[in-house]
């Protein structure tokens, strides 16, 4: 298992900008944070209000999200997803 380079109070303090800012649904760790980050993310982010999702007219197909909404309906024959944040499917971002 890996290691952590920040430690629970810097780790727990850079999340709590984005909770603030109202663009975290939820928070947890990865491998490398302990339960000591976690618990430090918790105490912080304790009072952050969940972000608010966007109202979604119910006609719609499917719905895929990340910080933008992506929604399918009929209106769209084909729509090609793949992985932005994957260096093997994205020269762009290897860059």
């Known amino acids: 298992m890996g290691g952590y380079d920040e430690d629970p109070e810097v780790f727990s303090t850079n999340l709590l900008d984005y909770a603030k800012d109202g663009l ?13 980050h976690i618990a430090a993310l918790e105490a912080k982010c304790k009072d952050c209000a969940p972000r608010k999702l966007p109202e979604v007219p119910k006609y719609q197909k499917m719905h895929l999200s990340g910080l933008e909404p992506c929604v399918l309906n009929d209106d769209i ?3 090609l997803i793949g992985e932005r944040c994957n260096l093997m499917g994205s020269a762009k971002f290897k860059k």
Do not use: E, I, K
């Open 24 to 36: 975290l649904n939820f928070v947890g760790g990865c491998c490398g944070t302990f339960p000591s």
């Open 77 to 79: 024959a084909f729509s």
